[in-house]
């Protein structure tokens, strides 16, 4: 029973471990999130008593606009330009961010122009009916001069002859937030009615993430709930329905194109009844991607009035408490739930803020996980005092177990009964085998939900340790196949596990001593599984994130200091 229970338990941890890596899903935290259906715009018509809104346009690629004139955007973390042939905020890098560690590589670029190699770009505009001049992908906008900052706001401005006059008023905090208001002035005697829009547009398709556990395509908030769609996703909806994957209506919420660490996203006025709609179609083998949201009434335009409509546009990394903040001062519903924490949300989240806490006064991630190990020790130190207990009754039950077996090896019913007997004797419940593995068991959501908060939050990105660990979100860079680089070969080619670095191996040889500190199982096949296990997870774990191999070797030392603590304070009754 116990060789069994023990099997089928490792069995499952190392499946965890490994898919984990692969599928772990991409659930936000505390909000339930489901794959987006393609709805039906047909079945959403307009109010009785108002016209239609005209169809948000959706050009198979962007013009060209590398030689318009730009008005340029410097604020305390963005870097970047507004294409005035447009109005395309078509170029954003991020001051604090580099591709690379190295300082001297380029600033990540969030959105580029359409003759770069992942051209990008945000775009505010008006539909209008049949006879009324608006904006579009050719109108030149005029500049009120000066750049953009977060003290000097910019108006770009554009008269359409027709007596209408339409303005873009932009404004940038000191981090990734910009507030937008698109307004129209009517110098006209009749009224008219025009319907403002705003779209992120890519015209690319982005390289797959080093694991699928971040999600990447197109996220959005409507109704209470996060909505995803990945990119494979978004191509198979899109086939099936010319293009459109994607439709809501409704106030409140907000649509982006969503990236492992960043995030490009539209946020239009909460009360206004907005229609979404994404968007993807592929035009001579490049693929166009656009989010849209647009004002489900009309902008009603008197003779002689103006009117405007305001939004924001968040361009920027996926900072949490940043995020915290502007879902709460802005009143931007679930905008945190942008970060992907993954199945165990409900522990990811605490376990980032406990750490990010601890790393503001050690200014060390590597050893603010450290420190948060040891304090998980501590709240599980009870129980691994009992499970202790527990395993050192059945340790001292192993002879007359072992003996049972051996009398009745040839009958399976007597065998079993046989051990009951014992079990009732001694005064033990045969549940106390379980009760040796639960500790176990209870780490792996633990070590899930840390491998969620070590590889997708922004802050453990470039996160250096000591030594050789410049980043504890990706794999330890040395390699034991080449004698830390002394071979001039890649094993990688061969087999991506062929990389073992120094921690990996460390974890691996604690695992391994961990082990004997344990007598060995009475039975074979158990002993066998133990020996194995430690050579299996080193390879495992060759390519997982510096920061959570440290981790497990780190509380590897701990539980092995733990069980030494825990031998010599506990005392247990040898009978019979």
């Known amino acids: 029973m116990d060789r069994n229970r023990l099997l089928i338990f490792f069995v499952l941890s190392a499946a965890i471990l490994a898919v984990s890596q692969l599928v772990l899903p991409r659930q936000p935290a505390h909000a339930p999130v489901h794959q987006v259906a393609t709805v039906d715009q047909s079945a959403h018509p307009a109010s009785p008593g108002r016209a239609a809104a005209p169809v948000l346009p959706s050009a198979p690629s962007a013009p060209d606009t590398s ?298 991630f590597g050893v603010a996980i450290l420190i948060f190990t040891v304090l998980v020790k501590i709240i599980f130190y009870p129980l691994a005092r009992k499970s202790f207990e527990s395993m050192g009754k059945m340790r001292l039950l192993a002879p007359k177990i072992q003996a049972a077996r051996e009398r009745h090896k040839d009958d399976p019913a007597k065998q079993q009964a046989a051990m009951m007997e014992v079990y009732k004797q001694e005064g033990i419940s045969p549940a106390a085998q379980a009760g040796g593995c639960l500790p176990m068991v209870i780490q792996i959501p633990v070590f899930i939900s840390l491998y969620n908060v070590i590889l997708i939050t922004i802050e453990m990105r470039q996160a250096p340790f000591f030594g050789w660990i410049h980043d504890l979100s990706v794999i330890d860079p040395t390699n034991i196949f080449t004698l830390f680089g002394l071979l001039p070969f890649s094993p990688e080619l061969i087999s991506p596990y062929l990389h073992l670095g120094i921690w990996p191996v460390l974890m691996g040889c604690t695992m391994f001593f961990q082990q004997r500190l344990n007598p060995p199982p009475p039975d074979p096949v158990q002993a066998r599984m133990f020996q194995y296990m430690p050579i299996f997870f080193t390879f495992l774990m060759g390519r997982a994130p510096a920061g959570l191999v440290i981790y497990w070797t780190w509380n590897n030392l701990l539980t092995m200091a733990q069980q030494w603590h825990i031998q010599r304070h506990v005392k247990l009754d040898k009978k019979g």
């Open 67 to 364: 030689a318009a004139p730009r008005a340029k955007i410097d604020g305390a973390r963005l870097a970047g330009s507004i294409s005035l042939i447009g109005a395309r905020v078509d170029e954003m890098a991020l001051k604090d961010y580099h591709v690379t560690i190295q300082k001297s590589s380029p600033l990540v670029q969030l959105l580029a122009p359409s003759d770069a190699a992942q051209p990008s770009s945000i775009q505010l505009g008006w539909s209008a009916g049949a006879g009324v001049r608006v904006p579009d992908d050719k109108t030149l906008w005029t500049s009120s001069g000066g750049d953009l900052t977060d003290t000097h706001p910019l108006t770009l401005s554009w008269d359409s002859g027709q007596g209408l006059t339409y303005t873009i008023e932009f404004s940038i905090d000191k981090n990734y937030m910009f507030t937008a208001r698109q307004s129209v002035r009517n110098g006209t005697d009749k009224p008219l009615d025009v319907w403002p829009w705003e779209r992120i547009r890519r015209d690319y398709t982005p390289p797959p993430a080093a694991s699928y556990a971040a999600f990447e395509g197109m996220l959005g908030a409507a109704d209470g709930r996060t909505h995803q769609l990945g990119y494979p996703k978004i191509r198979s909806e899109a086939a099936k329905n010319d293009g459109t994957v994607y439709t809501h209506e409704g106030a409140g919420g907000w649509t982006s194109i969503c990236d492992k660490y960043w995030l490009t996203a539209i946020i239009p006025d909460q009360m206004v009844p907005i229609k979404t709609v994404w968007y993807y179609n592929n035009d001579n083998g490049s693929d166009h991607f656009q989010v849209s949201d647009q004002a489900i009434a009309p902008l009603h335009l008197s003779a002689g009035a103006n009117a405007s409509f305001d939004s924001h546009l968040f361009v920027g990394a996926k900072e949490v408490n940043l995020l915290d903040r502007y879902e709460s001062n802005l009143r931007i519903p679930l905008l945190s739930y942008c970060v992907d924490w993954g199945w165990f949300f409900f522990l990811s989240k605490p376990f980032f803020y406990a750490i990010d806490w601890i790393n503001s006064v050690t200014h060390n």
